[in-house]
C-alpha cells in the first residue's frame, strides 16, 4: 500500500470495479497492495450489498450518473462503516466524505455526507438477487433461510498439513509456538460406503490471518483449503496400481492433497487455462511434490516412485490422451461457485440464472468426454463447489440415463446430507463450503 492510500477511496474503486465493470472480486482487489480495513470493508459491503444498497437508494434523492458510479460505491462504503462495522458514526462519516477528494470527486462532499446522515438502517435481507432466493426456496424448503444467512457470514480459514514434510501433530505445536489459536476436525473415518471424515491434516483456525504469518508456508509445510474440499483423497482411496486424471486441475488443491497422501500414484494433472496453468506449477513447486519443477515443464516428471504430468489441454476432448485408461478420473467442474459465497460474494452481483444452463452443458460434456478414458471398474468422482442441484444431481441424473454402464457408488460424510446421486455439503455447516460429491463406477464389461 502506497502511503498516500486511502482504505476508503481503495475500497470504493475496488466494488466499482465489482459492480459496474463486472470484474471478480480477485481482480478488483488483487492487482493493489491493498490495506486490511480496504478489504474488510470491499468483502463486506458485497457480504451486505442488497440491503446496503437498497438504503443508500433510499436516501438518494435521484440516481447519480453513470460516470459518478463511484460516488455511489463509496456511499456503500460508508454504509457498512456504520451499520455493520459500529464504527461511530461521526468518524464513518467524516473518513468516507474524505474520500472523495482521493476518487476525484471533491464537488461530492456534501452530497456524501447528506446521505449518510439521513440514511436509515438496512431493512432484513437475505442478501441474494432474487433469482438465486427463489432456487434456494424451491430446493431446500425449510433450511433456505439458514442456508442464506450462513452465506453472508465469513468462512473459516482451514488449513491442510503437508504430511510429506510434517506431521499435523508437530505442524499444531508450530502454530502454538507463534500463538495461532487453531482446532482439529477429525472423527473416525471407515470406508466402502460408511462414515468418511476429513483427516488429521486438516486443521481450523479460530480467526483468519494472512498465509505469511503462517509458519512454513512459503516452504510448502501447509496449505489454505476448504474442509469440504479435503474429503477427495479418501472417496478416490489409494489404488496405487491404476493412473489417476485430475482432468480439471487448477488452482491444485485436490490434485496436491491427493500426492501428498498418495507419493507412489501415477497422474496426470490436465489445465485448459495458462494462467491458472501457472499457478498450479507454482503450488507443486512450492509444496516440493515435484522438486525443481520448471515453470514451463509439459513432460511427465519423475516422482518418488510415481510420477506426475502436467498438461495444458481441454478436457472436452481426446486430442491429450495417449490411449492407457485410468482407474480412476477426478472430475471437479466449472460451476457458478454458489457453495463458496461467504469467500467470493461478488458471485451473488456476477452470476446470472442463465450461466447454470451453461454450465450444466459444459458439466455433462466433460463427463461424456472423461467416461471413454475411465476403464471398466474404474473410479469417476464428479464435484462441484455448488449447492444448486441443477449443476449437481441434475447432471448426474441425466447423465446416467444416457450412459448405462454408470453405477452409483454411495458413501457417506461427516456432515451434510445425503441427495438422490450424490452428497451435498452446505455452508450451514461452518467448517465447510457448500460442495458436492458424486462417486461413479463403471460397469465391467
Not at 450518473?65 to 458514526?89: E, N, S, T
Not at 427463489?134 to 468462512?155: H, K, P, T, V
Amino acid at each position: 500500500m502506497t502511503a498516500d492510500a486511502d482504505p476508503r477511496a481503495d475500497a470504493a474503486r475496488a466494488l466499482h470495479r465489482v459492480v459496474w465493470s463486472n470484474q471478480t472480486l480477485d481482480q478488483a482487489t488483487g492487482a493493489a497492495d491493498m490495506a486490511p480495513l480496504a478489504k474488510e470493508i470491499v468483502y463486506g459491503c458485497l457480504r451486505h450489498f442488497y440491503s446496503l444498497s437498497s438504503s443508500v437508494n433510499r436516501a438518494l434523492k435521484r440516481p447519480l450518473k453513470p460516470k459518478d458510479h463511484i460516488v455511489w460505491c463509496l456511499m456503500l462504503v460508508g454504509a457498512y462503516q456504520r451499520f455493520q462495522m459500529r464504527v461511530p458514526d461521526h468518524a464513518a462519516i467524516y473518513e468516507t466524505v474524505a474520500a472523495c477528494k482521493r476518487l476525484s470527486r471533491p464537488w461530492a462532499k456534501g452530497l456524501v455526507n447528506a446521505v449518510l446522515r439521513n440514511m436509515r438502517p438496512p431493512e432484513r435481507s437475505f442478501e441474494h438477487p432474487d433469482w438465486m432466493v427463489r432456487l434456494i426456496r424451491d430446493q431446500y424448503g425449510d433450511e433456505a433461510e439458514a442456508i442464506m444467512l450462513a452465506n453472508s457470514e465469513r468462512a473459516p480459514m482451514c488449513l491442510r498439513v503437508n504430511g510429506n514434510r510434517i506431521s499435523a501433530t508437530d505442524y499444531g505445536q508450530l502454530l502454538r509456538d507463534v500463538d495461532i489459536p487453531f482446532r482439529g476436525r477429525t472423527k473416525s473415518i471407515v470406508h466402502d460406503g460408511a462414515l468418511l471424515s476429513t483427516g488429521p491434516e486438516t486443521l481450523i483456525l479460530e480467526d483468519a490471518i494472512p498465509t505469511s504469518r503462517l509458519p512454513g508456508y512459503a516452504d510448502g509445510l501447509v496449505s489454505v483449503q476448504d474442509a469440504g474440499a479435503q474429503f477427495t483423497p479418501f472417496l478416490l482411496g489409494a489404488q496405487t496400481d491404476s493412473r489417476l486424471l485430475d482432468a480439471c486441475a487448477a488452482p491444485g488443491g485436490k490434485l496436491c492433497h491427493l500426492l501428498e497422501r498418495f507419493p507412489d500414484k501415477r497422474v496426470t494433472a490436465l489445465e485448459s487455462s495458462p494462467p491458472r496453468l501457472a499457478h498450479l506449477r507454482s503450488e507443486i513447486e512450492r509444496l516440493k511434490i515435484v522438486p525443481g519443477m520448471a515453470p514451463g515443464l509439459d513432460a511427465a516428471v519423475a516422482h518418488s516412485a510415481g510420477r506426475l504430468q502436467v498438461r495444458e489441454a481441454d478436457a472436452t476432448d481426446l486430442a491429450w490422451w495417449d490411449g492407457e485408461a485410468y482407474g480412476q478420473v477426478l472430475l471437479d467442474a466449472p460451476c457458478s461457485g454458489s457453495g463458496t459465497l461467504r469467500r467470493h460474494p461478488d458471485i451473488k452481483i456476477l452470476r446470472k440464472p442463465s450461466d447454470l444452463d451453461t454450465y450444466a452443458t459444459l458439466q455433462l460434456a466433460l463427463l461424456g468426454n472423461l467416461w471413454n478414458v475411465l476403464e471398466p471398474g474404474g473410479t469417476l468422482l464428479y464435484c462441484t463447489c455448488s449447492i444448486f442441484a441443477r449443476e449437481n444431481d441434475d447432471v448426474i441424473a441425466h447423465f446416467m440415463r444416457t450412459q448405462p454402464d454408470a453405477q452409483l457408488q454411495p458413501f457417506k460424510l461427516d456432515s451434510g446430507q445425503t441427495t438422490q446421486f450424490g452428497w451435498q455439503l452446505l455452508p450451514t455447516n461452518t467448517d465447510t463450503d457448500g460442495f458436492y460429491y458424486s462417486r461413479l463406477v463403471k460397469a465391467l464389461a
